[in-house]
């Protein structure tokens, strides 16, 4: 079992920066990669954002340049640095947590990009 708490949401306005973090706690040597969701109201869960445990990132067009994934503090927390946000950005942002067999949700965090 992999528990994911993530944390660093909130409002912020175009042109603005959040930083994300989904900590992962559990059976993390289990984990291959995590990944970072976000939904939008009335629009598909789209993927934004992967990290492998062999370090290789793939991001989805719409976030390419201005959205960092990386791992921080050893293998234990997974960080989303997001820049020159815009409103399109608004969405609940979820951490997931793959294993050989499974796949782990966080709870998600709101993102909301307005003047």
């Known amino acids: 079992q992999v528990q994911l708490v993530e944390s660093g949401g909130g409002s912020v306005q175009p042109g603005g920066s959040l930083r994300l973090s989904c900590a992962a706690s559990?059976?993390?040597?289990?984990?291959?990669?995590m990944d970072w969701y976000r939904q939008a109201p009335g629009k598909q869960r789209e993927l934004i954002a992967s990290?492998?445990?062999?370090?290789?990132?793939v991001y989805a067009d719409s976030v390419k340049g201005r959205f960092t994934i990386a791992r921080d503090n050893g293998k234990n927390t997974v960080v989303l640095q997001m820049n020159s946000l815009k409103p399109e950005d608004t969405a609940v942002y979820s951490c997931?947590?793959?294993?050989?067999?499974?796949?782990?949700w966080g709870q998600g965090t709101q993102v909301t990009v307005s003047s």
């Open positions: 997931t947590a793959n294993t050989v067999t499974d796949l782990y």
């Open positions: 559990g059976s993390i040597a289990s984990i291959v990669d």
């Open positions: 990290l492998s445990n062999y370090g290789r990132t």
